[in-house]
Nanobody, 119 residues
Framework: QVQLVESGGGLVQAGGSLRLSCSAS??????MGWFRQAPGKEREFVAA???????YYADFVKDRFTISRDNAKNTVYLRMNSLKPEDTAVYYC???????????????WGQGTQVTVSS
């Protein structure tokens, strides 16, 4: 049975940092990604990693967020720096999706972790 379990969300002041983790169990994946969904908005792509070797980012997080993977632990991370209030959302880990930016293409999802950035 495949499970994705996120951790690391919380409340942080603007300009602060957080690191999200997503541990996968049940199988390994070529593509793992992060999405986010703010209240009243659609789920949007944040970042994705293909086998840890190739990374993709949404334009609004470039140079602030970094996705990385520990293949031995079957875990993907999202390091978020210079956080802004508009980054407030529930962040979801997803796996097994192509194309990487379309949430409908992913077959597995975590439960989500709340990130709140105060001004």
């Amino acid at each position: 049975q495949v499970q994705l379990v996120e951790s690391g969300g919380g409340l942080v002041q603007a300009g602060g940092s957080l690191r999200l983790s997503c541990s996968a169990s049940g199988r390994t994946f070529s593509i793992m990604g992060w999405f986010r969904q703010a209240p009243g908005k659609e789920r949007e792509f944040v970042a994705a990693s293909r086998s840890g070797a190739i990374t993709y980012y949404a334009d609004f997080v470039k140079d602030r967020f970094t996705i990385s993977r520990d293949n031995a632990k079957n875990t993907v991370y999202l390091r978020m720096n210079s956080l802004k209030p508009e980054d407030t959302a529930v962040y979801y880990c997803a796996a097994d999706g192509a194309p990487f930016g379309n949430p409908r293409s992913y077959n597995y999802w975590g439960q989500g972790t709340q990130v709140t950035v105060s001004s």
